[in-house]
C-alpha cells in the first residue's frame, strides 16, 4: 500500500546538475520526516542528507554539504533533492526514505520505514 518512488536520476558530467523526486503515496506525506540516501556496487547504504515533516530542518553529510539541497513540497507531496557541481564519487543509486517525524527536525541516520527502488546517478570525469 505503502509506495515511495525515486524519478530523476541519469548520466551527466562532473560539475552538472541533476534534480531528484520522490513521491510517497499510502501514507500522509507531512507525517513523514524524509530522507535521501545513496549505494554504490559493494557498499554499504550511506544517508546523505533529510529534511523535517515542514522542511525548516536539514542535514547533510559534509561530503555534499554546499553542493546539495534537499526540499519538499507539501502541497504537491513531493521530495528533492538538488545536486549541484556533481562529482565521479557521486554516482550511485540514490533512494528515498521515510521516517515517522517526531515533531521536530530529522535524522539522517534515523529509522527509515520506506524505502524506494532507486534511481540511478551517473556521472563521468
Known amino acids: 500500500q505503502v509506495q515511495v518512488v525515486e524519478s530523476g536520476g541519469g548520466a551527466v558530467q562532473a560539475g552538472g546538475s541533476l534534480r531528484l523526486s520522490c513521491t510517497l503515496s499510502?501514507?500522509?506525506?507531512?507525517?513523514?520526516?524524509m530522507g535521501w540516501y545513496r549505494q554504490t556496487p559493494g557498499a554499504e547504504r550511506e544517508g546523505i542528507s533529510c529534511i523535517a515533516w515542514n522542511g525548516d530542518s536539514t542535514h547533510y553529510i559534509d561530503s555534499v554539504k554546499g553542493r546539495f539541497t534537499i526540499s519538499r513540497d507539501n502541497d504537491k507531496n513531493i521530495l528533492y533533492l538538488q545536486m549541484n557541481s556533481l562529482k565521479p564519487e557521486d554516482t550511485a543509486m540514490y533512494y528515498c526514505?521515510?521516517?515517522?517525524?517526531?515533531?521536530?527536525?530529522?535524522?539522517?541516520?534515523?529509522?527509515?520505514?520506506?524505502w524506494g527502488q532507486g534511481t540511478q546517478v551517473t556521472v563521468s570525469s
Open positions: 526514505a521515510a521516517a515517522p517525524s517526531n515533531g521536530a527536525g530529522c535524522e539522517i541516520d534515523g529509522d527509515y520505514d520506506y
Open positions: 499510502g501514507v500522509r506525506f507531512v507525517d513523514y520526516a
